[in-house]
């Protein structure tokens, strides 16, 4: 199964739809959250499947833009307020101030994982 009918079933379902799922030509059928069993789930759905892709891409872009910028540069000047560089082995994981970018580390590893899928 495409990871964009996987998507597309999640979405359903977080809306009430239950499956059995099949997929007739480019439409989603399921039974609907009234019970209305093997009906075609409405097309919000693929905007909203659309709509969550687009603001894939773009977080996913931000995200290697930054991974860019720790590839290219030593650390953060200025965050001990001391003059003193903060390296980005400090501040990525398993560093010593890893908190700071705990959460970079996270995402940065779902976005690999979402590529990997499709």
């Not at 739809?17 to 019970?35: A, D, E, M, Q, Y």
């Not at 659309?50 to 200025?78: A, Q």
């Amino acid at each position: 199964m495409k990871t964009s009918e996987k998507l597309r079933i999640k979405v359903a379902e977080a809306q009430g739809w239950i499956g059995p799922w099949r997929f007739g030509n480019v439409h989603l059928h399921g039974t609907s959250p009234r019970g209305l069993a093997d009906k075609d789930v409405p097309n919000c759905i693929d905007g909203v499947v659309k709509d969550l892709c687009l603001k894939i891409d773009t977080l996913s872009n931000g995200i290697k833009s930054i991974r860019g910028l720790i590839n290219e540069s030593k650390g953060v000047s200025g965050l001990h307020l001391n003059g003193d560089v903060a390296l980005w082995s400090d501040l990525e994981e398993g560093g010593s101030l890893e908190e700071w970018l705990l959460e970079f580390d996270i995402a940065e590893d779902v976005i690999k994982a979402k590529e990997f899928n499709r």
